[in-house]
């Protein structure tokens, strides 16, 4: 009955032949696309950092393209080691999909030591990490330039400003204590990386005793969960005093709970006798703890 109907009406069965064409053309387009695309086919960003680039490369299934976009000396680190990537782990991604990366370098680079004589701790110790250089100890001796830089020491030896130097090179410092007994507070590192847990000990004029790294599979995405002496807001220590820290490994869903767990020891408040204080521990923004994770 249809084909009698089509046989009567030749120009409606050439318009049904001419929509069955251009469907099966679009239907034909749209598998295309999806292969060509790979729609559909989306996979989870491994996370690279700590790994080395060559062992990437070797091991490559979802054949990645990456593409090394900095480089930074790591004392602590082999070089070729992966200390960022984007985009971050965890991404949906396709197959060979450009991955932007920043890896170790093999030797440190040269640089030169900033001039940090007047200046104080604090500000001495972002001008040597702006410098590529690492603060070390800090030795307290009597000056009446109270918390003033006085000299720089690298590996024993006296160092003077515009000094060639290589990056990662570890300086110390000698300051000045002023007139009278000043101190100042343990800084709340807990849940900071190695380096601004660091940084913050330092800038607070106390110095870093004993590393703690029990467990810890990677040293730079590790967080402090502890220090003695241990952060109180309140109790205050001489100029100097060695601070122990200890770290974990964790994901940013940990370090938001160890900060969240921490609870001050009421215990550990004790009461000072720096009869003439100046504080000279670093505040929360002052240490950069609104800066957010680093992933």
């Known amino acids: 009955m249809i084909k009698d109907f089509l046989e009567d009406h030749p120009l409606i069965k050439h318009l049904l032949y001419m929509a069955a064409i251009?469907?099966?053309i679009v239907?034909?387009?749209?598998?295309?696309?999806?292969?060509?695309?790979?729609?559909?086919?989306?996979?989870?960003?491994p996370d690279f950092r700590g790994v080395a680039l060559a062992e990437m490369e070797h091991d490559n299934p979802l054949h990645l393209k990456y593409v090394v976009i900095d480089s930074v000396y790591d004392a602590d680190?082999?070089?070729?080691?992966?200390?960022?990537?984007?985009?971050?782990p965890g991404t949906m991604i396709k197959t060979r999909r450009k991955v932007y990366l920043t890896i170790t370098t093999f030797a440190p680079s040269d640089v030169v030591l900033p001039e940090l004589s007047n200046m104080?701790?604090?500000?001495?110790?972002?001008?040597?990490?702006?410098?590529?250089?690492?603060?070390?100890?800090?030795?307290?001796?009597?000056?009446?330039?109270?918390?003033?830089?006085?000299?720089?020491?690298?590996?024993?030896?006296?160092?003077?400003?515009g000094e060639k130097m290589s990056a990662g090179d570890v300086v110390d410092l000698t300051v000045?204590?002023?007139?009278?007994?000043?101190?100042?507070?343990?800084?709340?590192?807990?849940?900071?990386?190695p380096a601004k847990a660091r940084r913050g000990i330092l800038s607070?004029?106390?110095n870093v005793g004993q590393e703690h790294w029990d467990g810890v599979s990677d040293r730079g995405t590790a967080v402090c969960y502890r220090l003695s002496p241990d952060y109180t807001g309140v109790t205050r220590y001489a100029l100097g005093t060695y601070v122990d820290l200890w770290y974990?490994?964790?994901?940013?869903?940990?370090?938001?709970?160890?900060?969240?767990?921490?609870?001050?020891?009421?215990?550990l408040i004790i009461e000072d006798d720096f009869d003439d204080f100046d504080d000279y521990s670093s505040s929360h923004d002052e240490l950069g703890f609104d800066d957010g994770w680093d992933w």
């Open 120 to 161: 104080t701790v604090r500000s001495a110790v972002s001008a040597l990490e702006a410098a590529g250089l690492r603060c070390g100890k800090l030795r307290f001796v009597e000056s009446p330039y109270r918390n003033v830089i006085l000299d720089c020491k690298c590996k024993g030896k006296m160092v003077y400003a």
């Open 22 to 24: 251009s469907l099966g």
């Open 176 to 193: 000045g204590l002023g007139e009278g007994y000043a101190g100042t507070r343990v800084p709340f590192v807990i849940g900071q990386t």
């Open 204 to 206: 607070a004029s106390l």
């Open 248 to 267: 974990c490994d964790a994901t940013e869903a940990d370090v938001e709970r160890i900060i969240s767990n921490f609870q001050v020891d009421s215990t």
């Open 27 to 45: 239907v034909l387009m749209f598998m295309f696309i999806k292969l060509v695309a790979r729609q559909g086919k989306e996979y989870e960003l």
């Open 77 to 88: 680190q082999a070089g070729g080691i992966v200390i960022q990537q984007d985009p971050k």
